[in-house]
């Protein structure tokens, strides 16, 4: 072999390599394009045959990530609970739970002493005077009378105590509250039956809500809905006030949030055929209670007065009515007391609701309506919260007015 031919035998060679060495790497980029491309198609929003640079395709993640969330966990969580997002719950409400009786109550407790801690401390601070001379029971009175505690229920306590304070020689404070505790609980008297006519028998039992405009009648149904809700009643609506629209709506709402139908009429519609329709629904559907909220009226008109004697009539015709509830407004004093007697002149009232007691510092109402009526504070509204209704308790009652912070 001479010199040229070795040359050319080589350089034959190193072409060879070459050629060969470029076919690898090429195979290589292409193996690297093939398990890529099918990553980027794997996500919807890329956009067809853009295949992108590097940060144009982490800008497309960025952009859908919400849908590519496992790609990028660690950015991807707040933007899936973003509240932006939430519209959509809104669009389909759900079913609100009531909350328990025993801790409403608890709340509840804690609150009433707090609005009627005035009342409280002053009926202390006299009782925890040195010297119980007649200026200081003049003052008690005057203490007891300004919280709406009415003259006779005054009277007699101030004389119960005055008894005892010389018969069994009351001097020291802590037995002036003990004796004071005891006496207010006898007035307040928790012999009563509070009990609410809200048990089936061989209908649903049937609860009517009567009261002037703004005592909060439509709120207490509302209320009184949910904590039946939570003892697992069955419970339907009536929107027996068809003076004014929004109450119905108002109600409705109510309803709705905690899963309970209403039956409503037209606006201005006969509202003893509403609640007649209401009752019928309710037995129909074997419902457990039948709510009926009715239109405030003023005491004052005969006329409105006398149609909701019709509407107990009526509903009668279908099924007992086991309870009506008035709801008063504590804030209102004499007021709401006037308007106590005419009611119970047009329907038999079984039971009191004294709504806004969480704005009043004159708790002795409650002696004063039951003395008044002859029947017994049933529940209190102590707020404007969805929860804030419970049922009366004499000594949680008294407790509550003789709390001090
Ligand atoms: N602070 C407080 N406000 C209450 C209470 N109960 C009801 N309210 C408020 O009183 C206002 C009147 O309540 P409604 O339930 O609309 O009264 P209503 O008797 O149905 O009134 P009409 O529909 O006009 O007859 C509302 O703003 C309620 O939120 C309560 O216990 N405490």
Redesign the pocket.
């Known amino acids: 072999m001479d010199g040229t031919t070795l040359t050319l035998l080589i350089a034959g060679i190193i072409i060879v390599l070459g050629v060969t060495a470029g076919l690898v790497v090429t195979s290589r980029r292409r193996a690297l394009r093939g398990t890529s491309k099918p990553e980027l198609e794997k996500t919807p929003e890329q956009p067809a045959g853009s295949a992108g640079t590097a940060v144009e395709d982490r800008e497309a993640d960025t952009a859908t990530r919400p849908d590519t969330a496992p790609a990028q966990p660690e950015t991807a969580e707040p933007e899936v609970v973003q509240p932006e997002t939430e519209p959509a719950v809104v669009e389909q409400p759900t079913v609100e739970k009531p909350e328990a009786p025993e801790s409403r109550l608890v709340r509840l407790r804690r609150r009433l002493s707090g609005s009627n801690n005035a009342l409280s401390r002053g009926l202390l601070a006299l009782l925890s005077r040195d010297k119980l001379d007649e200026d200081t029971w003049e003052d008690f009175e005057d203490t007891l009378l300004s919280s709406d505690l009415g003259v006779n229920p005054t009277m007699e306590l101030v004389e119960a105590l005055r008894d005892r304070f010389k018969v069994e020689g009351i001097s020291d404070p802590g037995q002036a509250r003990g004796a004071l505790r005891e006496e207010l609980i006898k007035i307040v008297d928790p012999t009563l039956d509070r009990t609410l006519g809200t048990v089936r028998g061989d209908h649903p039992a049937v609860v009517m809500v009567v009261?002037?405009?703004?005592?909060?009648?439509?709120?207490?149904?509302?209320?009184l809905a949910r904590v039946l809700v939570a003892e697992d009643k069955d419970v339907l609506l009536g929107a027996a006030?068809t003076f004014?629209a929004?109450?119905a709506d108002?109600l409705e709402t109510w309803g709705s949030r905690v899963g309970v139908p209403t039956v409503r009429g037209a606006e201005g519609a006969d509202p003893a055929s509403v609640a007649f329709e209401a009752v019928k629904a309710g037995t129909e559907a074997e419902a457990d209670v039948v709510i009926v909220?009715t239109?405030?009226r003023l005491h004052t008109k005969t006329g409105l007065m006398d149609e909701l004697g019709k509407v107990k009539r009526v509903i009668e015709r279908q099924a007992p009515v086991t309870e009506v509830l008035l709801?008063l407004?504590a804030t209102t004093g004499q007021n709401g007391l006037t308007q106590a007697r005419i009611f119970a002149e047009v329907v038999d009232i079984t039971g009191v609701v004294l709504?806004?007691?969480?704005?009043s510092a004159k708790g002795g109402i409650v002696i004063q309506v039951q003395r008044e009526l002859g029947v017994p504070v049933k529940l209190?509204?102590?707020?404007?919260g969805v929860d804030?209704?419970a049922p009366f308790e004499a000594t949680e009652f008294v407790d509550a007015l003789l709390t001090q912070d």
């Open positions: 009261g002037v405009n703004g005592t909060g009648k439509t709120t207490t149904v509302g209320k006030d004014r929004a109450a108002q909220d239109a405030g709801v407004d709504t806004k007691l969480d704005g209190v509204g102590l707020g404007e804030d209704l």
